[in-house]
């Protein structure tokens, strides 16, 4: 799909990494034309709410965004989930893109149970999946990459420059789902429907990594994550997805990193960290064990697409610089 614009040189990416003082975790994505000061896309990844703070829908309606273009929920845990009900009754429609994983289908048949929240959310996502429109996507992907779940190109009306705008999935791996499944549907837990997303946004490339834990990240063809300029750190930095490191370039130093917290099983690993900053020049996360009296972090990246610069670094409530 081509998209028009003014200047290609004007398009900027926003990332908000959400999390909360005991767990919970939210990112919204908001790609801007800055001449016009137009959000032209606004991707929103899981939710949660926490002692009355829906920090995305806060931020969402802060930017005036009434329809979300596109939500991933990347697994069905409460860290991810809650809240999202509200969020998808608020700002989605029939016109919103919904990424779910495979075998996620809320039905009796699944090898996941489902409390009656979550059950409720699949509902309503399905019932927008209805007459003509088909809006509702299952995700997985194969050890390959699983390329072009979105797929935009940006060009520019003053001399004839685009940018290419792709989503793809890393994970979670059908293969590996199936054989668990069929083999072990006793182990099966919820990190391993997690979603993984890759945006390639010009030359710009951003991790966006949910719950996935090592068995997934094994299957990951490192060449396809060659150019990252942000990582969302997996499960919460844990010592089960540390494989993520085998796959970075010792050679290339990423930008920034970010991590949310679960504060019940120690997460984020502080030893996890230190290995990250050897491959990061920045590495945040949305709370610390000794939180402030605000009940949530978010922490506020902005790339400047064309030029490649981080323009925005700004951190809220319990959110710091490790």
Known sequence: MNIFINDVK???????????????ESLILFLKDKSTNRILYTIVVDCYECHSHHKTIEILS???????????????DDDHTKGLLKLVNEKCSKST????????HGKEGDVLTYNEEEIEILQKINSFNRGTNYNVRTV????MLSQGLIKKTYKDLTNNASVMFEISALAPCSPILRRRIETEPNKVKKNDFSIAL?????????LLSGDVENQSIRQIDEDFINNLCFIKTPHH???????????????IKIPVSCTTVYKANYLPDTDLITEYKKYCDKF????IKNSKND????????????????????????AVES
């Open 237 to 251: 930095t844990s010592k089960s997805s540390d494989l993520l490191l085998t796959k970075l370039n010792n050679s």
């Open 295 to 318: 009940k949530y972090g978010v922490v506020e990246y902005g790339f400047d697409v064309i030029s490649k610069d981080i323009t925005t670094l700004q951190l809220y409530g319990n």
């Open 10 to 24: 004007d398009l900027h990416f926003s990332i908000f990494v959400i999390g909360y003082c005991e767990k919970g």
């Open 97 to 104: 893109i919904f990424l779910l994983p495979e075998g996620i």
């Open 198 to 206: 890759l945006i390639n946004l010009g030359e710009l490339q951003f």
């Open 284 to 287: 945040h996360s949305t709370g």
């Open 140 to 143: 997985s992907t194969n050890p």
């Open 62 to 76: 802060e930017h005036n965004i009434n329809n979300i273009d596109l939500l991933c929920w990347t697994h069905p």
